[in-house]
């Protein structure tokens, strides 16, 4: 069985649009599906590979916040960051033939042994984040062309 839980989107703006959302983490409360990452975020306006970011968080309505590093980064491509615990979140962007981008999101508990993989998935973790990366995803479509709309007009100017 896989541990990781991904979900795929085609995107019709730029990857560095769409990178420039993902690698601003004050932005990743104006994406989140999950309905857990709050708006108070600690850490450099621009993540980069080692860099760390704290964020304010809600799961079953219980406030608590969560320390992430970036441990993987190609620009404009790749970027993922880990929790405490080791999992991952990551984010991987491909050009379309049409000039978008297929941004790819996955939840990679794999690192884990047995009793926490188990303990993982009795909490439900891989169908709720499934919920929530397909949510985010769909937020970040809209965001991501929204944001490339508003730059194709202000070149125009």
Not at 37 to 48: A, F, I, N
Not at 77 to 106: C, K, Q
Request: proline fraction near 4%.
């Amino acid at each position: 069985m896989s541990r990781v839980v991904s979900s795929s989107i085609d995107v019709d703006a730029p990857a560095a649009t769409v990178f420039a959302i993902l690698a601003d983490p004050r932005q990743h409360a104006r994406i989140d599906g999950s309905g857990s990452v709050r708006d108070t975020v600690s850490g450099p306006q621009r993540l980069e590979r080692g860099a760390t970011f704290g964020v304010d968080m809600k799961l079953a309505g219980v406030p608590y916040r969560i320390s992430n590093q970036v441990v993987e980064f190609e620009e404009g491509r790749l970027i993922a960051w880990r929790h405490f615990g080791g999992h991952r979140w990551r984010y991987e962007l491909e050009p379309t033939a049409e000039g978008g981008t297929r941004v790819t999101e996955s939840f990679d508990y794999s690192m884990y042994a047995a009793p926490q993989r188990l303990l993982i998935e009795a909490l439900g973790f891989p169908a709720r984040n499934r919920r929530g990366i397909e949510q985010t995803l769909v937020t970040l479509k809209s965001v991501a062309e929204a944001d490339a709309r508003t730059a194709r007009e202000g070149d125009r100017r």
